[in-house]
């Protein structure tokens, strides 16, 4: 089913649009919370909290990325659900290492995870994001934002680690130029 025949079944208040959500988006959004929380049982609930998030924002919402709007869902819900797990002290810190990893480029007087919420940073990483090759975009996306491990991408991506980790290394100091030519740094 096509993401505009379920949205209608969003905006019909049909049951099935859920279970339409889960055959085609389930592993999708579940690879998002399991590589943030990695946890599978949190990453599921997370995930089923994502189609009751999607359930109650469609209508009034009209997503043009239905794609998009549900992985952005699924990560901010998993991002709330790591944050109290770490205020618990319960979890452990692969993903607190991930963001370790952007600390220098993003500007900071916070925790990286609340400097990100700021919408004037997060307009200029946009325009540095497309600024940039299409590859290193992918790379850097699929390490920062859908939170792969550097063997992930590799492996997606067909290219050896070092390649993925250079790669990164690179844009973090290029990210890092653009923000200090706007003045963010």
């Known amino acids: 089913m096509d993401d505009t025949m379920i949205i209608e079944l969003y905006q019909n208040r049909s049951e099935s649009a859920i279970a339409e959500t889960a055959s085609k988006y389930g592993s999708y959004c579940l690879a998002i919370a399991t590589n943030i929380l ?9 995930v089923n909290d994502t189609y009751y998030k999607v359930w109650e924002a469609i ?9 998009s709007f549900i992985g952005r869902i699924t990560r901010n819900t ?3 659900k790591y944050k109290s797990r770490k205020r618990n002290k319960r979890f452990g810190n692969e993903f607190s290492l991930l963001l370790s990893e952007l600390e220098d480029c993003i500007p ?14 997060s307009e200029s990483i946009s325009r540095f994001l ?8 992918v790379i850097f996306m699929r390490r ?6 550097v063997k992930q991408v590799a492996e997606r991506l067909v290219m050896s680690e070092s390649k993925v980790k250079s790669n990164l290394f690179r844009t973090r100091n290029k990210l890092k130029a653009h923000l200090e030519s706007e003045g963010l740094l």
């Open 78 to 80: 998993s991002l709330n």
């Open 130 to 137: 497309y600024s940039i090759d299409k590859e290193s975009r």
């Open 59 to 67: 209508p009034p919402e009209q997503p043009a990325s239905f794609s």
């Open 108 to 121: 900071s007087s916070k925790k990286v995870e609340e400097e990100a919420e700021n919408l004037f940073t």
């Open 38 to 46: 990695k946890n599978r049982e949190d990453a599921e609930e997370c």
């Open 144 to 149: 920062y934002y859908y939170a792969d491990s």
